[in-house]
């Protein structure tokens, strides 16, 4: 969006080494109820408004990783859920119906043998649904509709390189006053009346609010 004409030199050399990867893919469901957890049977309960971790054991946490390293989506899937319509209903356009969304992690976006997603995304969809049926058994059967956004779809439509939900990666040497670079790193950048407010700045990702915040700080000190 800023030409590199208004920056100076160095600064746009630096930022360009800035590096942004992701292994996040992410899955919207549209259901007609809310789900229901083989492990925690019957009506809705406290689970349903956390954060919900589906994974096996350390051993499937260290295979994902390393099939991710490889350009292999996990298999299976290493997976963050919420259903945030149980905190607030006017997102779903129905009573009792729900949304749900699925963060399936060490899904990298450069797949290996030059593999696209655009090709690979209807059978990375499937598995992820026989997956979560472990644990939510009737799923297919009260989901109404589903939004499968890989890393290469979070590139298109979000404009985050490489599918980087955080906006860059969360390393010691990116972090901080490095974050994104240090002339930068508190908000105001080299041109006037122009500042960062994402998880590409401090503290960076995990929707925090953080980022905006100091921001808005940063402005109101300069003004």
């Not at 939004?147 to 590139?155: H, K, N, R, V």
Request: charged share 25%; hydrophobic share 35%; aromatic share 6%.
């Amino acid at each position: 969006l800023l030409g590199e004409e208004h920056l100076p030199e160095d600064f746009t050399r630096d930022v360009k080494s800035f590096r942004q990867e992701s292994a996040s893919l992410r899955m919207n469901l549209a259901l007609y109820e809310l789900p229901e957890f083989s492990a925690l049977p019957g009506a809705e309960g406290a689970h349903h408004q956390a954060s919900i971790t589906m994974i096996e054991s350390a051993d499937h946490l260290n295979a994902a990783f390393h099939s991710a390293k490889r350009g292999e989506p996990a298999d299976p899937p290493i997976i963050e859920a919420i259903i945030p319509s149980v905190l607030d209903p006017t997102l779903t356009d129905a009573p009792g119906h729900h949304v749900m969304s699925l963060l399936c992690k060490y899904m990298p976006y450069d797949l290996s043998g030059g593999r696209s997603w655009d090709n690979e995304k209807d059978r990375i969809t499937e598995r992820i649904f026989s997956y979560v049926e472990r644990f939510i058994p009737r799923l297919r059967e009260i989901t109404a509709g589903h939004q499968c956004l890989t890393p290469l779809d979070l590139e298109r439509m979000l404009g985050m390189t490489r599918g980087d939900i955080c906006h860059g990666r969360l390393e010691p040497d990116q972090l901080f006053n490095m974050r994104p670079h240090p002339d930068a790193a508190q908000y105001a950048t080299p041109v006037k009346g122009l500042y960062l407010c994402g998880s590409g700045a401090h503290p960076g990702g995990g929707v925090t609010g953080a980022p905006g915040h100091n921001a808005a700080r940063r402005i109101l000190k300069d003004a």
